[in-house]
């Protein structure tokens, strides 16, 4: 079976995206056969008449996926709002079936898959079936990853997106920090005490415009999703 991971966030704008090209693009240049999935997507563009999801589109161009990047979201939006509030909007609502669904067919496709959430932890999908991202999450039998800032006050944002993870039943396998300075001391403390206040590991540092991530301890996460969840 196709080996999967969640990437979600403590929220919105802390660089899930640039994280997730990272992490497709290295394991696809190991020569692993990975790719990306996005249920959500809100704040897509228009360009000549063309709908551009904007998040998957960046992925497939910085990892190299040679594929309609159309096809692999479920639901696309062009207000720039939470998926429940945009697809009100457009009167398109986001049904778990559909995505779990999409899921399946597109894990057909690789060996790998890394599937990325929207805004944080806490995001609504549709408040007329009170299906928040949790729900998505837990319905495809998936671990997470939480990307988290490097700066000043990221202890209490990860500690707090930690627990609430926790406490829904999801698997938290890793956190990443993004931005990371490693001769910043308060950056390099923040390290320190994600890991001892959450039990959690950071398994990788970024800093500011990367081009490479290490997976050596990313790829290990990577699991076959709980057919039970």
Request: proline fraction near 5%; glycine fraction near 8%.
């Amino acid at each position: 079976m196709t080996k999967g991971i969640f990437i979600t966030a403590t929220g919105t704008d802390v660089g899930k995206t640039y994280i997730s090209a990272l992490i497709v693009k290295a394991m696809r240049e190991e020569g692993l056969n990975c790719g990306y999935y996005k249920p959500a997507l809100s704040g897509a563009e228009v360009v000549d008449g063309k709908i551009i999801p904007g998040d998957c589109n960046y992925v497939f161009n910085r990892a190299g996926i040679a594929a309609n990047p159309l096809n692999y979201v479920s639901y696309i939006f062009k207000p720039a709002l939470s998926p429940h509030l945009a697809s009100k909007i457009e009167n398109n609502p986001i049904k778990l079936d559909k995505i779990k669904k999409d899921f399946k067919k597109i894990s057909t496709e690789f060996d790998f898959l890394l599937t990325e959430g929207a805004g944080g932890i806490v995001c609504p999908f549709n408040m007329e079936e009170n299906l928040l991202l949790p729900d998505v999450i837990k319905s495809l039998g998936l671990d997470i990853i939480i990307v988290a800032q490097a700066a000043l006050g990221t202890i209490n944002s990860t500690v707090l997106t930690v627990e609430y993870a926790k406490h829904h039943g999801i698997n938290v396998k890793g956190i990443i920090l993004n931005c990371y300075d490693e001769k910043d001391i308060m950056q390099v403390d923040n390290k320190i005490q994600i890991e001892k206040l959450t039990g959690v590991k950071v398994i990788a540092t970024v800093g500011e415009s990367a081009d490479t991530i290490n997976i050596s301890e990313i790829l290990p996460v990577f699991a076959e999703p709980n057919p039970n969840a």
